[in-house]
């Protein structure tokens, strides 16, 4: 079955960074665009960045742009999201998801309702 894990996420100061892994499993793997979402307390899920299934397009939240950087390496079935310049406000559990539909892509941004698997997630916290 379709299998999401997320990983690397902990504890960094403001101004640190971390890089976060999504190990998937269960389908095929190049045929789905990825995502990764975040959760703080209180908040609504929202989305952090997507990237297709190819890797060609890849889509940023204003929040995170310049500061984040999301790959893919197929052979692995790995989804990264490389995270720079954290501040208190990034805090929250990340996790990744799979679109619900193969080789589809949406535009300018990475809709929650359209990604059907998740992972459990992972903490990250900044703080000093």
């Known amino acids: 079955q379709v299998r999401l894990v997320e990983s690397g996420g902990g504890l960094v100061q403001p101004g640190g960074s971390l890089r976060l892994s999504c190990a998937a499993s269960?389908?095929?793997?190049?045929?789905?665009?990825i995502a990764w979402f975040r959760q703080a307390p209180g908040k609504e899920r929202e989305e952090v960045s997507c990237?297709?299934?190819?890797?060609?397009?890849?889509n940023y939240s204003n929040s995170v742009k310049g500061r984040f950087t999301i790959s893919r390496d197929d052979a692995k079935k790995m989804v990264y999201l490389q995270m720079n310049g954290l501040t208190p406000e990034d805090t929250a559990v990340y996790y990744c998801?799979?679109?619900?539909?193969?080789?589809?892509?949406?535009?300018?941004?990475?809709?929650?309702?359209?990604?059907?698997?998740w992972g459990q997630g992972t903490q990250v916290t900044v703080s000093s």
């Open positions: 998801a799979r679109d619900k539909v193969q080789n589809r892509w949406f535009a300018n941004y990475c809709p929650r309702d359209e990604y059907g698997y």
């Open positions: 269960g389908f095929t793997f190049d045929y789905y665009a």
């Open positions: 990237i297709n299934s190819s890797g060609d397009f890849i």
